[in-house]
Structures are given as C-alpha cells and as structure tokens.
C-alpha cells in the first residue's frame, strides 16, 4: 500500500544516462512494484538500447518518437500518452529536439 503523498520532483536527484546519442536525465521513485520517473531526452537524443519493458509514458513537454523492433515510428508530443505492456512491443527513444517525459511502470503491467 502507497499512503497519500506528495512529491516534490526539484529534491530528487537527476541521474545521467548516456544515449547512442545525446543524453537522458532521470528522477526516478520506486515503491513496491511501482516506478514513477520524470525523464528528460536532450537534443538528438536516441537510446542506447531497445527496451523490451512496459510503460505508461506521458510527454509533458516538446516531442519524441518511439521506434518499435518492427520498423514502426510513433510520435508522442506534448499531452499525449502512450501505454504497453511487457513483452508487447520492444522499443527505443529518439527526439530531436528534447522532450520531458512522465513513466510509469511497474508489476501492473505484466
């Protein structure tokens, strides 16, 4: 159980993770089976890697593309949100111009 708090986002610590290219920044909250992250691409930012996780990803700010193992593309721009589930669909960031992220993920989306 996860009892009512609030989170203040500027007192968690921003943690860099180096892209193909570009950079990501993290701040990230774990509780049981859950993980909520405010993530931050910079500038021609794609990822390292292809993640075969689940995620609830709303964009917040600017856009980005999540490429698919298939070859598909799907832009995600700001007030917009994408869900999947683990083993679904493997995928991978790429954004041009930046874009600031909220994930969540977690047991829920076995």
């Known amino acids: 159980m996860i009892p009512f708090q609030t989170i203040d986002w500027t007192s968690i610590e921003k943690v860099e993770h180096k892209g193909e ?3 990501s920044f993290w701040q990230t909250i774990h509780f049981p089976g859950l993980r909520l992250r405010l993530v931050e691409y910079s500038k021609d930012y794609l ?4 993640c075969p996780l689940g995620h609830i990803v ?3 700010s600017g856009e980005f593309v999540s490429e698919l193992s298939t070859g598909e593309k799907i832009k995600l721009s700001e007030n917009e949100t994408y ?3 683990n083993g679904a669909s493997s ?15 977690g047991d829920f989306l076995k």
């Open 21 to 23: 290219t570009g950079m």
């Open 47 to 50: 990822a390292d890697h292809w």
């Open 58 to 60: 709303h964009c917040l």
């Open 83 to 85: 869900i999947v589930s």
């Open 91 to 105: 995928h991978r960031s790429l954004s041009r111009g930046g874009t600031k992220l909220l994930i969540v993920d």
